[in-house]
């Protein structure tokens, strides 16, 4: 049975260092290590991770390398963030966020997983981000916090 292949952001990964999100976010690593899921880390999350505690930046070197892909930034998912802004799904500040769903649409996940229910996981966003996605000629995404996956 092929892995579901799952897109997850920098508040995945400092989840694990987090009380209120450590449980979950680690058991979706866990699931990894196992082989159950493939995960993708972007350069955006790594970029995102520089400024953490050391405590964060060091979680994705506990992640097997046969458990996850790189993926880098891209004009392609540049110009589909944009899209999202010019669409109002998020503003500006939220620039980052639609990079990862763009990052994660352009990589073909199944799936981005997030803790970030204020601008990715919640309901009028992923319509938003989803509509765009279909008018731009891409597959909708699942989106999902770590609490609905593992």
């Known amino acids: 049975m092929k892995k579901p292949r799952i897109y997850v952001d920098s508040s995945?990964?400092?989840?694990?260092?987090?009380?209120?999100f450590r449980e979950e976010s680690r058991a979706l690593l866990a699931m990894a290590s196992r082989g159950?899921?493939?995960?993708i880390l972007?350069?955006?999350l790594v970029r995102e991770l520089e400024g953490a505690p050391e405590e964060v930046r060091t979680?994705?070197?506990?992640?097997?390398?046969?458990?996850?892909e790189s993926v880098s930034l891209s004009v392609e998912a540049q110009e589909l963030r944009d899209r999202y802004l010019e669409a109002n799904v998020v503003g500006p500040a939220q620039s980052n966020d639609a990079y990862h769903v763009a990052l994660a649409t352009v990589a073909k996940a199944e799936m981005i997983v997030s803790w970030n229910f204020r601008h990715i996981v919640h309901f009028d966003k992923i319509r938003g981000f989803n509509a765009v996605n279909l008018r731009e000629g891409y597959l909708p995404i699942e989106i999902h916090s770590p609490k609905e996956v593992v």
């Open 36 to 39: 159950q899921v493939h995960l």
């Open 12 to 20: 995945v990964i400092g989840g694990c260092c987090d009380d209120e």
């Open 42 to 44: 972007s350069e955006l």
């Open 59 to 68: 979680v994705p070197a506990l992640i097997p390398s046969d458990a996850f």
